[in-house]
Every structure is written in C-alpha cells, then in structure tokens.
C-alpha cells in the first residue's frame, strides 16, 4: 500500500501539518531537462526572482528559445552573453566550465538517474559556480528526488525558526533533527517551508 507523503508528514509533526493545510495542495514545478536546469540555477544565483527570469528568458531567446547544446553556447562570444544577455563574467564562466564538462563527458547528466543523491552532489560540485545548494536544487527540482533537506538554506532556517519558535536561526544540527522525523520525505517538508514563509500571519 502506498503512502501518501503529505498526509506522513501531517501524521508526523503536528506543527509542519498546520504549515501544510495552510498552504495548500502540493504543487512542486520539476523540469526535464538536467543541462537546462542547472544553466537556470546558475543564472539565478544571487539575484532576484524576477531579475533571474528576464536574464533567462534572454538567455533562451538568443538560441532561438530552444534550449541550446554545449557546443553552442562554447561558441557563442562572452561579449555577447554579456551585452545581449546580461550575464555577468563569472556567470559566463560558470556555464561555458559546465558546457565543456558535459561535452567532454567528464560530467554525464544521462547517468545521474542512476547514482546516489551524494554521488551527484559530488560531481556537480566540480563544476565552476555549482556549490552544495545548487546540486541540492537541482536533486528536487530537476531530478525530484524525495529527500533532500538543504541546511545552508536561509529561507529553511527562517521558516523552521518561526515555526518552532527557536529564538536564534537553527544550527544544521538542529535542522537535522527537527527533520529527521519527516524522512524519508524532506524534499516535499521543504517546499512546504518555502511556501509558509508568506504564510504566517494565518497559522496560529
């Protein structure tokens, strides 16, 4: 019999429950396309939500909104990404280091379906740019892996803050143990928190 992740949760931790029937249906955006979706991440480190989304969307648009392939974006000159599409130097130099590791092979995105959440993290974080939260993103959000719990998060840490009333912001270890009981479903415990953030004032 199958088990229905967000009804565990609400069995399990009574205050993360209240979180989830405000919130509402569980609705995480996943993507298929594991080269798309770490190109998104990188451009999207640091800036704002709405900022990141028009420097994407010109990134798509200059490769004709089809998503392009190493070899292209190796080829296309630095200046161009940064005056066309606004991409920052470092940025440049993120995407082309993972353009060449994946055309080189040196990083397979086609195997990741097979290896372990560690295993992947491990080899994301060779690349240029792509730490331990960005493999983390990219384990939920690309692969839908069911359990992964981002401690270096600071939205995370807020909402588990306000949630437990804790009067500082949680270390990782008291992350890890207030989570522990949402194994092995911590993925979905953490779009949760995300969504609470903004919901607050209605949870009692």
């Known amino acids: 019999m199958s088990v229905d992740p967000v009804h565990y949760l609400c069995q399990t931790d009574f205050r ?7 919130v509402g249906k569980y609705s995480i955006k996943a993507t298929n396309d594991p080269f798309l979706s770490l190109i998104r991440s990188i451009i999207s480190q640091q800036l704002a939500e709405r900022v990141a989304n028009v420097i994407y969307g010109r990134f798509l648009e200059y490769y004709n909104n089809v998503s392009p392939i190493p070899e292209q974006i190796l080829l296309t000159p630095d200046n161009i990404l940064k005056i066309k599409v606004g991409l920052s130097s470092k940025k440049i130099e993120y995407i ?82 207030i989570a522990q009981p949402w194994k092995p479903y911590r993925s979905i415990a953490t779009w949760y928190l995300w969504k609470s953030l903004s919901n607050f004032n209605s949870i009692g």
């Not at 993360?16 to 405000?22: M, T």
């Open 16 to 22: 993360l429950g209240e979180v989830i029937r405000s």
């Open 96 to 177: 082309k280091d993972l353009s060449t590791r994946v055309m080189d092979r040196s990083l397979n995105l086609a195997l990741t379906s097979e290896m372990s959440d560690d295993e992947i993290v491990n080899q994301l974080i060779q690349v240029k740019g792509i730490g331990k939260w960005t493999a983390q993103m990219f384990l939920i959000f690309c692969l839908g892996r069911p359990d992964i719990f981002p401690v270096g998060d600071l939205g995370v840490r807020k909402a588990i803050q306000k949630l437990y009333t804790l009067p500082e912001l949680p270390t990782p270890s008291t992350m890890l143990a």
